[in-house]
């Protein structure tokens, strides 16, 4: 049909676009720590000028898509099998219109400027907050999730929506990397003026050769990923001067493992 491989064609073209924009973006701004955080702005600037001229035809086109496909519902004098062919096609397209949405939108939350917003938390009520809330998500995944929290307060500062975002993303890489269920052990603890936070899967586990480049922007193994969430993760956690490392073996499992500055040992006086 002509007008949806037009629309498949652009939906193409905007794929296409996007793809070489960030390649000119990474060839021309390789932003490091240390670089300045004026370097910093203008490459968010940037990202953001790629985001607001991609977004609004995306939008239109998924628009479109929507229009296209309610036509083709009151369509009666075409057959059945044709509108249903047609009507699987516009829903591909609408499928990858809404996933390369989700591409900008997270590539905008690497690259962007953080202006963190922060508060003295116990990282011990940040996780168990976040496992109640991932907690039926795992049940229907068949995932057992145990915890192990730190007998004492562990005080940071956090901006706690960031982290909790972060931390989510271990916990979807973790039910990902499961898709039979499995174990799930998230546990807290103090080390050297650190808040450590481990979280442990008995997942399928990460080949040697992809361990250097899980925390790399877009990659991934998964057919549907978009490979900025790892890379999220760690963004969060050295924006607020911590670290994140992984111990994987090739098939048995994946353990993430953060730390975060303390603002005073655990039990010392205020």
């Known amino acids: 049909m002509p007008l949806s491989i037009g629309i498949a064609a652009f939906a193409l073209g905007a794929a296409l676009a996007s ?16 670089r300045s955080q004026r370097q910093v702005m203008e490459v968010s600037e940037l990202a953001g000028g790629l985001a607001h001229e991609l977004r609004n035809p995306l939008s239109t ?7 296209l496909a309610e036509e083709f519902r009151n369509a009666h004098e075409l057959d059945a099998d044709t509108r249903r062919r047609g009507l699987t096609k516009i829903d591909a397209i609408r499928q ?9 939108d997270d590539f905008l939350r690497l690259i962007g400027p953080y202006k963190l917003q922060t ?3 116990d990282m011990n009520e940040v996780v168990q907050r976040l496992i109640e809330f991932f907690g039926p998500q795992a ?13 004492e307060p562990l005080l940071c500062e956090l901006d706690v929506r960031l982290m909790e975002q972060a931390l989510l993303n271990l916990l979807i890489n973790a039910q990902e990397a499961m898709p039979n269920g499995g174990d799930l052990l998230i546990s807290t603890s103090s080390a050297d003026g650190r808040a450590v936070i481990e979280v442990t899967d008995t997942g399928i586990g990460i080949p040697a050769a992809n361990r250097d ?3 790399r922007p877009f990659f991934s193994t998964k057919p549907a990923g978009t490979g900025l969430g790892l890379s999220t993760t760690q963004r ?6 911590g670290s994140i490392e992984v111990e994987a073996g090739p098939r048995a499992g994946a353990k993430f493992t953060i ?3 303390l603002i005073q040992s655990p039990g010392a006086p205020e």
């Open 119 to 121: 508060t003295r938390v």
């Open 236 to 241: 969060v956690i050295t924006e607020h001067a």
């Open 96 to 104: 990858q219109a809404d996933r390369l949405q989700s591409i900008f």
């Open 139 to 151: 049940v229907n995944a068949g995932i057992d999730v145990r915890t192990q929290f730190h007998p």
């Open 19 to 34: 793809v070489g924009w960030y390649l000119v973006i990474r060839g021309r701004y390789r932003v490091r720590a240390q």
């Open 213 to 215: 480049k899980i925390f």
């Open 61 to 67: 086109m998924v628009l479109n898509l929507e229009l």
């Open 259 to 261: 730390r975060l500055p």
